[in-house]
């Protein structure tokens, strides 16, 4: 996701940019100086690599390619009678990550110093697994999907430029649950065997997992009519997606989508396949860039500015030299409250507490009317 995101983002006249003997440089050009600027704050990056996608996916797949072949045939249409805009548009929609493009990234990355893995399936996955183990701090990714397989922390927006002026996000899982009202921890009728992991799946995971399916995911389709309030209604009435699709089967309300298998997309989620955090492919460590390896591939090779990789390859060094990780709040400062949004809280905190007297206040009343009343005799 992140080299697809620099190949939207890196660009020069609205065109990805391009080395002198044609060949597209944007992925490497981003994943150069985006990850120069984390390590410069202390944060030790770890990347990771989708591997084939499951199964299940292949619906998803396919419907990514037709939108590209359709993107494709309304920008060489834009090339024609279009305005320039409309050419930038659709030339962003044409975009797509090859091989060539994942193998150059880790190429560079292994000059670099930095680690990477490659993940047997969804990379999201794998990044959950190694933050649950606490190997890493977070799993970093614009996919929500990120936490529907379990990752305690997702960060997103890390990799954004610094142009763009987009806070990072950073979401709990826990909070995410508690306030959602899914911190319950009983194992669950539909699901109570125990997955790879050693962990019995609990009704607040599988609760979770399927009130994201129900929203849609990339291994099944949303299904028309239902919406974030709605979705999150059913679940809590009817407990997980069985006793939903039972409910949608006699009411008719709404209508399934004629392949929806709902059972395997939350097995895939519950059960995904992943490497173990103990796993020799997950251990993992920064090392000293080759800074004449960089020179070789990025300048001789690519076309790079020779100075301007030298000196990312010294703040390599630096950064190398210091075993300590330092905290996310020095990659990116906490946004402070406007005066008009602390005025707000101010006014919402005030109306909840008066709200609360007020409730307090006719409760003894009604105590006080209640006790006040003659007793009936027999």
Same mark, same amino acid.
């Given at each position: 996701?992140s080299?697809?995101?620099?190949?939207?983002?890196?660009?020069?006249?609205?065109?990805?940019?391009?080395?002198d003997?044609?060949e597209? $440089?944007?992925?490497?050009?981003?994943?150069? %100086?985006?990850?120069?600027?984390?390590v410069?704050?202390?944060?030790?990056?770890l990347?990771?690599?989708?591997?084939?996608?499951?199964?299940?996916?292949?619906?998803?797949?396919?419907?990514?390619?037709?939108?590209?072949?359709?993107?494709?045939? #309304?920008?060489? *249409?834009?090339?024609?009678t279009?305005?320039?805009?409309?050419v930038?548009? =659709?030339s962003?929609?044409?975009?797509?990550?090859?091989? *060539?493009?994942?193998?150059?990234?880790q190429?560079?990355?292994?000059?670099?110093?930095v680690?990477?893995?490659?993940?047997?399936?969804?990379?999201?996955?794998?990044?959950?697994v190694?933050?649950r183990?606490? #190997?890493? %701090?977070?799993?970093?990714?614009e996919?929500?999907?990120?936490?529907?397989?379990?990752?305690?922390?997702?960060l997103?927006h890390?990799?954004?430029?610094?142009?763009?002026k987009?806070p990072?996000?950073?979401?709990?899982l826990?909070k995410?649950?508690?306030?959602?009202?899914?911190?319950?921890?009983?194992?669950c009728?539909?699901?109570?065997?125990?997955?790879r992991?050693g962990?019995?799946?609990?009704?607040?995971?599988?609760q979770?997992?399927d009130l994201?399916?129900l929203?849609g995911?990339?291994y099944?389709?949303?299904?028309?009519?239902?919406g974030?309030?709605?979705?999150?209604?059913l679940?809590?009435?009817?407990?997980?997606?069985?006793?939903v699709?039972?409910?949608?089967? #006699?009411?008719?309300k709404? $209508?399934?989508p004629e392949?929806?298998? %709902?059972?395997d997309a939350?097995?895939?989620?519950?059960e995904p396949?992943?490497?173990?955090?103990?796993?020799?492919?997950?251990? =993992?460590?920064?090392?000293?860039?080759?800074?004449?390896?960089?020179?070789k =591939?990025l300048?001789?090779e690519k076309? =790079?500015?020779?100075?301007?990789?030298?000196?990312?390859?010294?703040?390599?060094?630096?950064?190398?030299?210091?075993?300590?990780?330092?905290?996310?709040?020095?990659?990116?400062?906490?946004?402070?409250?406007?005066k008009?949004?602390?005025?707000?809280?101010?006014?919402?905190?005030?109306?909840?507490?008066?709200?609360k007297?007020?409730?307090?206040?006719? #409760?003894?009343?009604?105590?006080k009317?209640?006790?006040?009343?003659?007793?009936?005799t027999a």
């Open positions: 996701m080299i697809y995101s620099f190949l939207i983002a890196v660009r020069s006249d609205g065109q990805q940019l391009m080395s003997t044609g597209t $440089t944007s992925h490497l050009m981003g994943m150069f %100086y985006r990850t120069l600027r984390m410069d704050n202390g944060i030790k990056p990347f990771v690599f989708d591997g084939a996608p499951p199964k299940l996916k292949s619906g998803e797949l396919a419907k990514r390619f037709q939108r590209k072949a359709e993107a494709h045939e #309304k920008h060489e *249409e834009a090339m024609e279009g305005t320039a805009e409309e930038e548009k =659709f962003r929609r044409t975009v797509r990550v090859t091989r *060539e493009h994942n193998e150059e990234c190429r560079l990355l292994r000059l670099m110093g680690p990477y893995i490659i993940a047997p399936t969804e990379a999201e996955a794998q990044c959950a190694l933050a183990a606490g #190997k890493v %701090y977070a799993a970093a990714s996919d929500m999907d990120t936490l529907t397989f379990n990752a305690p922390i997702l997103r890390l990799t954004y430029s610094e142009q763009r987009e990072i996000q950073e979401i709990h826990d995410v649950l508690a306030g959602l009202g899914m911190e319950r921890e009983q194992v009728e539909h699901y109570n065997s125990v997955s992991y962990e019995t799946a609990t009704l607040t995971v599988v979770f997992i994201c399916i929203l995911c990339d099944v389709d949303p299904i028309k009519g239902i974030p309030s709605n979705a999150l209604k679940i809590r009435e009817y407990t997980t997606l069985e006793g699709v039972s409910y949608f089967q #006699k009411s008719g709404y $209508t399934l392949d929806w298998p %709902y059972q939350r097995l895939l989620f519950l396949e992943v490497r173990s955090a103990d796993d020799p492919q997950c251990d =993992f460590k920064w090392d000293v860039p080759d800074e004449e390896g960089l020179v =591939f300048v001789e076309g =790079f500015n020779e100075d301007r990789v030298r000196a990312g390859a010294a703040r390599l060094k630096k950064s190398s030299k210091s075993s300590q990780q330092s905290r996310l709040d020095g990659f990116f400062k906490p946004i402070e409250r406007t008009e949004e602390q005025e707000k809280l101010k006014r919402k905190n005030e109306e909840k507490s008066a709200a007297k007020k409730a307090k206040k006719e #409760k003894e009343k009604e105590k009317v209640a006790r006040a009343k003659p007793r009936g």
